[in-house]
């Protein structure tokens, strides 16, 4: 099918899905077990999204606001403490924030990409700055060069809120090779979607495991006791949705290279609508998703 011909016709449906999802489903079901622990869904999940974004490290949570949240918390983000987010972006970007009890300080966006203002970044940072929480809007990567330093210059880490770009790539490097924390979602409307769902990618072992035990009511995995380490919450995903993500993400490269393809064709099509600027792409992201 040509791009025209594709922009001609109705828009497909989504979310997409076929054979894989229903024997993922039959799968779960068979395992008699639908819970992580004691199933083997969300291990063989988390084991094959880490490794698609370059990472060791995924937790597999309910969505992609609890995914920020729990990202925000092993930060030790709380009261009296200052996140950084784009003024443009989805409400739980702050919100997440908000609920441990932080301040979010909002600062522009560049009008060309959408994505936030390392200048705008630079000049917020303050005292009580402890994260600042790039969103790759619509698939479109931050200026991960610039925010990377900024980073590095002030000591403030950055989370990256990946909830738009599933399989997105900063000058050639995935999402979870860029040293920082990244939660992502798979809401019904996202690249990858069980309905719901998030994950959230750690860059070493020892955050990934205060991740897991806060994910866990405070139990860690091998936990039979009740033996509850910390405080925490049920953030935990079940079986089910699991399988479906594990068929979801072997359908997402062939997508991003169909909306690869087809993104000129609609970007240069909707320009010509007066009054309509479509979003830009800095080439440095040089693998677009395109949500
Ligand atoms: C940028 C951004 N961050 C976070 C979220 C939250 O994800 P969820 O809906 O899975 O809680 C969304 C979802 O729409 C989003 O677009």
Redesign the pocket.
Known sequence: MSNDVCLGSELPAWPQYGDEEREGLIRALDQGQWWRIGGGEVDAFEAEFAAAHGSEHALAVT??????ELALEVLGIGAGTEVIVPAF??I??SQAAQRLGAVAVPVDVDPDTYCIDPSAVEAAIGPRTRAIMP?H?AGQMCDMDALGKLSADSGVPLIQ?A??AHGAQWRGKKVGELGSVA?F???N??LMTAG???AVLFPDAEMYERGFVRHSCGRPPTDRGYFHRTSGSNFRLNEFSASVLRAQLGRLEDQITTREQRWPVLSRLLAEIPGVVPQSCDDRGDRNPHY
């Open positions: 969505n992609g606001t609890h995914a920020l972006t989805f739980s970007s969103v809007m809120d909830a738009h939660a979602s798979f809401q409307g996202k719901e769902g998030g």
